[in-house]
Every structure is written in structure tokens, then in C-alpha cells.
């Protein structure tokens, strides 16, 4: 299973109103949370954790 977080959710400045500095680190830790949920209830799954974002006008998925 692959769970991604993209740079710029509107979720977390929006609906959370987190301030900018803090969002990437909430993500990451939320994350980590979905990763823990999904192997509780799916034990033995492979699961990976990607952050995307653009980056000279591509995308680039970050391996946590």
C-alpha cells in the first residue's frame, strides 16, 4: 500500500489552520499514524510513506 501526503494541502491550512511552518510535520506524523492503523488492521502489508511536491515544475514523490 503507498500513502502519499502532497506539500500544499488545503486540509491542513484550511480546515486544521495550521500555520505554514508546522504543516510538513503534521503530515509526517499523520502519516506514520495511517501506517500504524493500516498494519494493526492488515498485519504483514508493506506499506510506503511518500511526501509530493513540485519541484522545478515536476513532481517528486520523497520516501519517508
Known amino acids: 500500500m503507498i500513502l502519499i501526503a502532497h506539500v ?33 488492521i492488515l498485519p504483514g502489508i508493506d506499506v510506503a510513506l511518500y511526501v509530493a511536491r513540485v519541484l522545478d515544475a515536476k513532481l517528486v514523490f520523497e520516501a519517508l
Open 8 to 40: 500544499g494541502c488545503a486540509y491542513y491550512s484550511r480546515r486544521l489552520v495550521l500555520p505554514p511552518e508546522r504543516i510538513e510535520a503534521e503530515q509526517r506524523d499523520d502519516l506514520q499514524k495511517a501506517l500504524r492503523a493500516v498494519q494493526s
